[in-house]
Structures are given as C-alpha cells and as structure tokens.
C-alpha cells in the first residue's frame, strides 16, 4: 500500500498519544505532527524515517497552508479545555481554518475528534449540549453544525468517543483513568447503593486501532432520511453500553466485595445532598444528573472491524489500571 501523507495535531494528548505511536510502529505513512511542545512526547518519534515534527499550536494554522494543500489525511485531536475565548477559537476557528485549507482533491479524508457528549441517544445533536454545556462541549456542538458547509464536508468522518480511558508511563493519563484508582477505594461504600445510569467506555489503545483502520478504509458516507440534517460521517467510539449496577457489580466482584443489598439512590435524594452539602453544580451538570442513560446506537469499536479490542470489560479497565484482583491481593499476602 501507498505511504500516505497525514497531518496530526494534539499528539501530545493522552488519545493523541496511542494515536501517533500506532501510525509510527505499524504503517509507513509520512506524519507531520503539530505540536505545541515536543518535550511532552511519550514516544520515539526518530524510530523510523518519514516523521516530522513542527513546533506550535492551531493558532498558527495558516502558516502550515501550503504544506496542508498536499495532505492525503489529516486526523484533529488536538482540543482545547477551559478559558472561553481559548477553547472556541482553537475548537471552531482555527479547527474550521484547518480543514479550509486542506486540498479537497488531494485530501482523502479528515478524522476530526468530537465528543459523545452533544449526540442524544439516536446519534443526532443534543440539544442541550448547546444550550447548556460547558464552553468545551458548546465548542464542539458549534463545530460540528459548521462542518457540512466546508468544501472539505463529503471526506470528513467525525469520530465521538465515550468515556476515555488511557495512559501509562509514556503516556499522558485520561481525565477518567487517573481516578480509577480513587473509584475503586469506595466499592466497599457504593455497593450498598443502586442507581439508574448507563453509559459506554473505551481505552485509547482501541481508538487508536480504529484510526489506524480508518486511514486505509475511510468509512463510506450515510444519510440521515429520517431527519433533515446532511448526510455525514458520524462514528461513536465505545464498547457495549453498561449500567452503573452492572459497572459496581462488576466492580465488587473483581474486588472481593460482597453484595448483601442495595439501597434505591434515587434523585430526589441526590438533590438533598446536593444542598445539604452545599455542592456547586452547573446547568450541564443538573442536566446530566436528570438524564443519566448516556448511551448512543451502534457504538464503534475495533471488534466491528474484525480487529482485537484492548480493553472491552471493566475487569479489563481495572487490571490495565494497575488493580489487583482480591484473589491475587491474597496470594501475595500469604506469600510475604
């Protein structure tokens, strides 16, 4: 196959990350990787030939035109977090600016990272995403409504990962995984709870083996007859859907907790708590507490491709992690 020409900003990011290392370790593709500080870099990116490195951020993407004209691919991680003015120039201005300046006869496609959190539970935007989400997922709900108007629009394919899990020592951690270890110290206190909630997760590992397949299989384009939106790419990112009792079940028994009875935690009571504590919530938040099922219809994965999935069970999530079974915290015991 035909080494392709691919542009990659956020590599330094945890997704960016398994991303970049993946392309450089198991294609021979040309990467040109935009990033604001090549110290952050986990990986060998002198490991082979063809990689090159270009020191700065989206605020600057105009200077990149020419070099941009002659991409095959171009795959946007990069993000912006927090501070409104930063996050909806870099996540709509300058992200739109980019793909603006790519070649729509040379470009084979564009994989722009989104998030799950602006798509309801039949993939179509949420509209409360746009009313009352953070700046970040107002930014990707204002992005992803401007896409169909590019030149660019018919080779994007929009990717919407779920809740992110990843990282190790070379890698940044994601927002989800460097809390797993704190999660897991209360199971002894929420398994005496349920709760009605379900939501999809996958490991950066695995998004990184769909971009991979993505960029020698672009995925064909779908319409939306039953609604009126223009016919797009739109790819969720996750495994099966689980619910928070099959997630704390799961979590128990990989644990050594035992489940004698839970207790309804039902939302009126959250809502106690919330001001008997005093907790600061936002509008997103007070949203996401009512409408707790963050679930999306066929959730991509590397297993829809044929391909092996790193990470697809919470045992799977808890032993990346670095947590032990209780079986296996026993044996050392007995072995010190």
């Known amino acids: 196959m ?27 593709h040309e990467l040109y990787l935009l990033v604001r500080d090549p110290d952050k870099l986990g990986f060998d990116y002198e490991a082979r030939s063809g990689i090159t490195i270009f020191q700065g951020d989206l605020r600057e993407i105009s200077q990149f035109g020419n070099l941009l004209k002659t991409m095959d691919v171009a795959i946007l991680t990069a993000t912006a977090w927090g501070g409104a003015a930063e996050v909806f120039d870099i996540n709509v201005i300058k992200t739109i600016r980019l793909m603006e300046l790519l070649n729509p006869k040379m470009c084979e496609q564009v994989i722009y990272f989104s998030t799950s959190s602006i798509l309801d539970r039949n993939n179509q935007l949420l509209r409360e995403a746009g009313q009352l989400g953070t700046d970040y997922i107002r930014s990707k709900y204002d992005c992803l409504r401007r896409l169909s108007k590019l030149a660019i629009a018919p080779k994007i394919t929009t990717l919407f990962p779920t809740l992110v899990l990843g990282g190790d020592e070379n890698k940044p951690y994601s927002h989800l995984s460097s809390g ?43 319409s939306n007859e039953e609604t009126d939106e223009e016919p797009t790419k739109r790819l969720v990112l996750g495994n099966q859907a689980i619910t928070v009792n099959q997630f704390v079940e799961q979590g128990c028994d990989y644990l050594g907790q035992k489940i004698y009875f839970r207790l309804p935690l039902y939302s009126w009571l959250a809502n106690i708590l919330i001001v008997l504590f005093r907790i600061q919530m936002s509008a997103w938040d007070r949203f996401c507490l009512k409408y707790r099922h963050f679930t999306h219809q066929n959730p991509i994965n590397p297993g829809t491709f044929g391909l092996p999935t790193y990470c697809p069970t919470l045992s799977d999530v808890l032993k990346i992690s670095g947590i032990q079974r209780r079986r296996e915290q026993r044996a050392r015991s007995g072995e010190q």
């Open 2 to 28: 035909t080494p392709k020409r691919i542009f990659l900003t956020g590599a330094s990011g945890c997704i960016g990350h398994y991303i970049t290392e993946a392309l450089i370790t198991e294609t021979e």
């Open 180 to 222: 797993i270890t704190d999660v897991a110290k209360w199971a002894s206190l929420v398994r005496w709870f349920r709760a009605d909630g379900s939501f999809h997760f996958i490991h950066a590992q695995d998004i990184a083996q769909v971009v991979r397949y993505l960029v020698d299989h672009p995925y064909p384009m779908e």
